[in-house]
């Protein structure tokens, strides 16, 4: 019976956002202030019928009801406990469900943090919002009902996918939706305003947390995927440009150039039109995200629901999404010269030429990621749009914004004499040329990268350093949380040059086979293999491989690689030895059993790679310190 | 940065309905079942080796080679699946038509409660064979019971079902999958011949 509840608390939460949608839009045009009032209540209510649904399909999940579909293909009886939480969103359906609770919880947040805005504006976004959630929640109920019955019901279940069975697991896909599903905030108040005509930089100032909060989220969503991959995958990378990986940084590069673009609008008046298109785009960006993994339209190795039903819904309703909101932009879009007039030499200019590459990068990831499409609709054959192609236009890109980024704190806005910021900058310039040389000469391996990452972050941080000792000195010695949380985003910015350059100019590997005793030599280190043993896991059994690692004679770590094989599928799932370290990881796989007692076993060294994650962390930190700024949610309009 | 003259802003849109279309294309694309269904790697593979006990008689083993020569049926199933439950009545009809040879394959089952099912509610099956530890149906690539295999003569794998069979599902998949592998309805060994 209560799946059957479950379905009914969706089929009302459709009802519920539906009038959500429809009187408070009809009721902000026509001024009735009833209608408009239907709003919040009718948020509120849809995100408790959304919980109630996630809450039972959670409940048939711990309770193993295999006569539920979803259930019996994504569970099994001996799978642990924590895994039947997280396998809720393990595969299309639930994780549809995730996006709609999310959505709604988003919503009602807006609904309960909007109290000083006017009626009219809230009504119009909330009605946005709720526009997006009929969506969402017809495609659960038509495509992909999580509640679907299963008669007679499965004995056994089939099992979560053995990937997704992992820790990581458990907050990736929440914090990946909690940034997706958070541009909607910007997304609706960039659409009530171009329905009222006009761009209040009031109301803009408050959409500016919300932004800096999704932006946050999405950037600890996609460092988890990222460490994920690195230590469950047994390769080693960090980053793929897989589809699915590029399905969410797309929409992260627009909402980081949407960050920029928002304080430039509300501070100074100007780029109006062009922040209302960025915000439509980043979160179009978010859906089209959604719409790839979803579709199955592309493959990749993330690949997880592929059902030509399901794809044409959500292309319809991306098309109605963003061709009307594109539509109306086209109608309705402000001029962009109505803020206050800047030079050429001025901190506009630079966030101008910020959002023109973080766009462009993103215009250049999104052709990468779709152009094998294109050459399949055109005939021209199934092509692979390889690393070499993004990382090559990647760095491109963004060594411009590397060199322009301590420039952009320092220099007024409107007019700045641009020797001033110039000569702060001078030495800490020659600072990080000096510490290019000298890395050039000492590295190991492949000067040049160690040396672009090392002066690029020493440039960044050192740059973003002389900003915080301006302040210090100046009158007042006024520190906002937003500029807080720009230089923690700035100095993550530099952690992540070193870690990502440093471990793509220095990581050593080798693969060979060794039998029990073997050793192989890494660098400074001796890896000595001790053999595999047989092992039960609580539903897949493990080869369980022993490797130390010696420093000299001194014993630095011992690592444990399995090779695990799932009982309910059979499927073979790599675990990689890691010992973790700010210096970097050591890091053994192991390969295919060879024979006898010998495996081939492939061990890794990883310099600096946590950085990566760390400087992400920083830069996800620093959003969510912005959003704090008590001056968004002061009430008095700012001249 | 939009010069937000009219013109310029229909760019937007115009780029966006390029995009649409493209991704249009992509979902007519992968309208193929090809790429949606769960293909079974093992479809058109040769069937895993195996030498599994007979659950009457768990002295003796049987091969893949044993079954050889006719095209056979390899039912999955437990005595602890309720849904198998369901099946055996279909599944005992099929096996009353004698059109092939039925394999029961007992999956992580205490051999005496399957004997138990058996007894109780008829055998259908030609010859059951036991993979108590189920060590066998992870090369099988078995997800579930109830599931089902079509092998022909040569021991390559033909068809597969996950879940319960139903009449619908043999007369529509498995009767037109095993006409198609064996024409001459040589399915069911002569008298005689011992499982």
Known sequence: MLPELGQLALVLALLVAGMQAVLPLLGAQRGRVSWMSVARPAAYLQFALVLLAFAILTHAFTTQDFSLRYVATNSNSLLPMVYRYTAVWGAHEGSLLLWALILSLWTAAVARFSQRLPLPVIARVLGVMGLVAVGFLAFLLFTSNPFERLLPAAGEGRDLNPLLQDPGMIIHPPMLYLGYVGFSVPFAFAIAALLDGKVDTRWLRWTRPWTNVAWGFLTCGIALGSWWAYYELGWGGWWFWDPVENASFMPWLAGAALLHSQAVTEKRGSFRGWTLLLAIATFSLSLLGTFLVRSGVLTSVHAFAADPMRGLFILIFLGTVVGGSLLLYALRAPSDNDGAPFAASSRETLLLANNLLLSTACAMVLIGTLYPLLADALELGKISVGPPYFALLFTVLMAPLVLLLPFGPLTKWQREQASRPFAMLVPWAGLAIGVGIATFFLAPQSPWKVAAGLAGATWVAAGT????????????????????????????????????????????????????????????????????????????????????????????????????????????????????????DLYVALGEPLGGDAWAVRVHAKPFVRWIWIGALFMAIGGFITATDRRFRRQDPAA | MSESTPAARWIPLAVFAALALLLAAGVWLSRNPDREALPSPLIDKPAPQFALPVLHEPDRKVTLADLKGAPFVLNVWGSWCPSCRDEHPVLTRFAETKRVRVVGFNWKDEPDDARRWLDQFGNPYWVVIADIEGKSAIDWGIYGAPETFLVDANGTIRWKHVGPLTDALIAGELVPAIDAIDPQHEGMPREGMKP
Request: no cysteine; net charge positive; glycine share 14%.
């Open chain 1, 465 to 584: 350093v002389r900003f915080v000792w301006t302040r210090f000195n100046s009158q007042g010695r006024r520190f906002t949380p937003e500029m807080v949380g720009m230089t923690f985003a700035h100095v993550g910015i530099a952690v992540f040059l070193i870690g990502a350059l440093l471990v793509e100019g220095l990581a050593q590997q080798r693969e060979l086979a060794l039998a029990p005793g073997g050793t192989v030599a890494l660098g400074n280190k001796t890896f000595v293999f001790d053999g595999v043993q047989h092992r039960q896991g609580p539903n897949y059994e493990a080869d369980h491989g022993t490797v130390r690692v010696f420093d000299g004679n001194r014993l630095v770590t011992t690592l444990h690689p399995e090779k695990r094989r799932y009982a309910s599928g059979g499927q073979v799932m790599t675990e990689a030895g890691i010992a973790p370290g700010l210096r970097g």
